[in-house]
C-alpha cells in the first residue's frame, strides 16, 4: 500500500479529553446567595488563597466534625 494513503490515527484533542475527564470525576452544582454572602465567600477564598471548590469542601469538612 502506497505510503501516502495510509489511513492515520486521529489526533489527541486535550479539549475533548479534559471535557470528558470533568464529566466522569466530578459534579457541578451552584447557589444563590445574597450579593453580601457572595461577597464574603469571595473576600475569604482571596485573604486564605483557596478556590471557591476548596472553601466549600473545608465547609463540608468542618461540619461533619462538629
Same mark, same amino acid.
Given at each position: ?15 475533548? !479529553?479534559?471535557? =470528558? ?11 444563590? %446567595?445574597?450579593?453580601? &454572602?457572595? #461577597?464574603?465567600?469571595?473576600? !475569604?477564598?482571596? =485573604? ?11 465547609? %463540608?469538612?468542618?461540619? &461533619?466534625? #462538629?
Amino acid at each position: 500500500m502506497d505510503e501516502k494513503y495510509m489511513e492515520r490515527p486521529p489526533k489527541f484533542n486535550k479539549s475533548k !479529553y479534559n471535557t =470528558k475527564y470533568q464529566k466522569e470525576h466530578y459534579a457541578r452544582f451552584s447557589a444563590n %446567595l445574597k450579593p453580601e &454572602e457572595k #461577597q464574603r465567600v469571595d473576600d !475569604y477564598c482571596k =485573604k486564605e488563597g483557596i478556590s471557591k471548590s476548596d472553601f466549600i469542601r473545608l465547609a %463540608l469538612e468542618m461540619f &461533619e466534625n #462538629q
